[in-house]
C-alpha cells in the first residue's frame, strides 16, 4: 500500500488549497479514505473521511464548513480542498485507507501546508 501526498505549500490566511493523495497497491474503489494532519508537537488529528463510492462523507468540527473531501475512484486519488485556511490549520497532512478509523497501513510522506501572512 502506498499514498503520495501532494499539493501543499505556504498561504496566507484566508487563503485556499487543495490536496492530492494517489494511492496504489489496493483496491481504491472499494474502499473509504480518511484525511489527517499533525502539527509540530502535537498527535496526529483526523480531519475527514469518505466512504468509498464518495456518498458519504464527515468532518471534525474544526474544519467543518472549511474542508471538502472528495475522490475520483478512476485515478485512485483523494482530495481535500481546504477554504479559509487558518495559521492553526498549518500542520503535515496525510492521507489513509478506510473508512474505520481502526484500519491502518503505513503512512505516505505527507504534504506541509503552512499557514502565514
Known amino acids: 500500500v502506498h499514498f503520495v501526498e501532494s499539493g501543499g505549500g505556504l498561504v496566507q490566511p484566508g487563503g485556499s488549497l487543495t490536496l492530492s493523495c494517489v494511492t496504489s497497491?489496493?483496491?481504491?474503489?472499494?474502499?473509504?479514505m480518511r484525511w489527517y494532519r499533525q502539527a509540530p508537537g502535537k498527535g496526529r488529528e483526523l480531519l475527514a473521511r469518505i466512504s468509498s463510492g464518495g456518498s458519504l462523507t464527515n468532518y471534525v468540527a474544526s474544519v467543518r464548513g472549511r474542508f471538502t473531501i472528495s475522490r475520483e475512484n478512476a485515478n485512485n486519488t483523494v482530495y481535500l480542498e481546504m477554504n479559509d485556511l487558518k495559521p492553526e490549520d498549518t500542520a503535515v497532512y496525510y492521507c489513509m485507507k478506510g473508512w474505520s478509523v481502526e484500519e491502518f497501513d503505513s503512512w505516505g510522506q505527507g504534504t506541509q501546508v503552512t499557514v502565514s501572512s
Open positions: 497497491g489496493f483496491t481504491f474503489s472499494a474502499n473509504g
